[in-house]
């Protein structure tokens, strides 16, 4: 494990989470325990959109932890996320937040364009991918049609609102988590990933009005954008794991999301 704290805490790591996050438990004391988070999470946690921090320790083999309030509960299905509210009102609450910008601008959040996210896809892109006819197109044509979006209107984003990032603790409320991809950016980041995979078509309209957006033609083309590169993003990580026929599921999303291509 790697990992020295007090002799009285016990640390079980969660399965799934690549030996990044433990369960630390200590006589009737329990945490959510993290190495090398973001320092954005303080500032998250006073707001109230990720549980409650509890302490930050440095581990014997200079790891930085970060415990957080146990919060039992449950991710939400990715039929829910595009059907609860508060995920809109947390959203919201995120991009509205001078003060979570300003926060994560301090600790050196680091501010991404959309040429940044294709050049991030590009870079280090499996050849089996660079072959694939279809999703060629798709990346030329989010090539040819950057969207724009001032630098200076940036605000705090998540960058992976994965229905897994969602918790919802046994007293119903809902909480953002894992911040390890927290970036300045446009906030279309964070609605396009969460439209183009949780809501349906028809639907995207009354979302944006429940967020606050006017869909005008220029907002919904950011958001597909932003929704496609997400979508090939996805596609790119399943084929690193070997998971080909999570692989083929994504890129059927991609398909059925986005046939304007």
């Known amino acids: 494990m790697g990992i020295r704290l007090d002799n009285d805490w016990h640390l079980q790591p969660i399965d799934g989470d690549t030996g990044q996050a433990f369960m630390g438990i200590r006589a009737q004391e329990k ?85 940044d996210l294709l050049l991030r896809y590009a870079g280090d892109l499996p050849q089996a991918l660079r072959d694939n006819t279809y999703l060629t197109k798709v990346f030329r044509y989010l090539e040819d049609n950057l969207p724009s979006y001032d630098e200076k209107d940036y605000v705090a984003v998540h960058g992976d609102t994965n229905h897994r990032n969602w918790l919802l603790s046994d007293e119903k409320k809902l909480y953002l988590v894992d911040w390890d991809s927290a970036m300045l950016s446009d906030p279309a980041v964070d609605i396009g990933s969460i439209l183009g995979r949780y809501v349906p078509v028809d639907k995207w309209s009354p979302w944006l009005s429940a967020y606050g957006i006017v869909p005008k033609k220029d907002v919904m083309e950011r958001i597909l954008w932003y929704g496609t590169m997400h979508q090939l993003e996805q596609i790119k990580v399943q084929y690193r794991k070997r998971n080909f026929q999570k692989m083929n599921e994504e890129i059927l999303v991609l398909k059925n999301t986005y046939n304007y291509l």
Request: charged letters at 25%; aromatic letters at 8%; hydrophobic letters at 40%.
């Open 31 to 115: 945490v959510f325990i993290k190495r090398n988070t973001s320092p954005f999470l303080a500032a998250l946690s006073r707001e109230g959109i990720t549980p409650k921090l509890v302490w930050t320790k440095r581990a014997g083999n200079g790891d930085v932890l970060t415990a957080q309030e146990w919060m039992d509960g449950r991710v939400l299905t990715p039929s829910e996320v595009g059907r609860y509210q508060e995920v809109i009102t947390i959203l919201r609450h995120l991009h509205h937040s001078s003060s979570l910008k300003n926060m994560l601008e301090r600790v050196g959040g680091k501010k991404v364009s959309a040429f």
